[in-house]
């Protein structure tokens, strides 16, 4: 069974950093990119992040790019994500997500339950 | 970065109805669109990728259609389970999008 556990999230102060993590297991973690997704309170989903298996590339939203940093280790089968100058307007509920591609599309069919990240004072 | 523009925004229907929702995105996609159900406090649920493929487990009254920049998610015969919010996604580019969703209510 595909298995994703997000934890690291909580309360830090605007400015501060955080790093999220992201437990993998019932599938080979090192064959899939793997995404970050985020919800603010009563709002919709964002996509934050991406990263490719061997983590040669990574994309991300303008909104965090220069401050978030996705990374994975691949023995460990975890996905991370580095928060650093933090501002309220991240605080949100950030799920991982794993990216599936079918014919040449992706979607993501699995994720994890999310890990809930409050930036205030 | 591609926008996406679902409508509407809120829809009240009752159970039996048939209802859709349209996403808009600002560049063609080729195809790159999925749906997703969310409920209150879980996570999303993917229904429809590659804009009609429906995933495995999900109820054939889920149907989705669409090209270039014109997509709908189309639910035939509501049932009680179904009143969430809905989510059009696309992955054509690299940074991907969502619509900003459609709460279907009783």
């Known amino acids: 069974e595909v298995q994703l556990v997000e934890s690291g999230g909580g309360l830090v102060q605007p400015g501060g950093s955080l790093r999220l993590s992201c437990a993998v297991s019932?599938?080979?973690?090192?064959?899939?990119?793997m995404s970050w997704v985020r919800q603010a309170p009563g709002k919709g989903l964002e996509w934050v992040a991406n990263?490719?298996?061997?983590?040669?590339?990574?994309y991300y939203v303008d909104s965090v790019r220069g401050r978030f940093t996705i990374s994975r280790d691949n023995a460990e089968n975890s996905l991370y994500l580095q928060m650093n100058s933090l501002r309220a307007e991240d605080t949100a509920v950030y799920y991982c997500?794993?990216?599936?591609?079918?014919?040449?599309?992706?979607?993501?069919?699995?994720w994890g339950q999310g890990t809930r990240v409050t930036v205030s004072s | 970065d591609i926008q996406m523009t679902q409508s509407p925004s809120s829809l009240s229907a009752s159970v039996g109805d048939r209802v859709t929702i349209t996403c808009r995105a600002s560049?063609?996609?080729?195809?790159?669109l999925n749906w997703y159900q969310q409920k209150p406090g879980k996570a999303p649920k993917l229904l429809i990728f590659?804009?009609?493929s429906l995933q495995t487990g999900v109820p054939s009254r889920f149907r989705g259609s669409g090209s270039g920049t014109d997509f709908t998610l189309t639910i035939t015969s509501l049932q009680p389970e179904d009143f969430a919010t809905y989510y059009c996604?696309?992955?054509?580019?690299?940074?991907?999008?969502f619509g900003q969703g459609t709460k279907l209510e009783i």
């Open positions: 997500a794993r990216d599936e591609a079918a014919a040449g599309t992706v979607h993501f069919a699995h």
């Open positions: 019932g599938f080979t973690f090192k064959s899939y990119w």
């Open positions: 990263i490719k298996q061997d983590g040669s590339e990574t």
């Open positions: 560049h063609s996609l080729s195809g790159y």
């Open positions: 590659s804009t009609s």
């Open positions: 996604q696309q992955t054509f580019s690299n940074l991907f999008t």
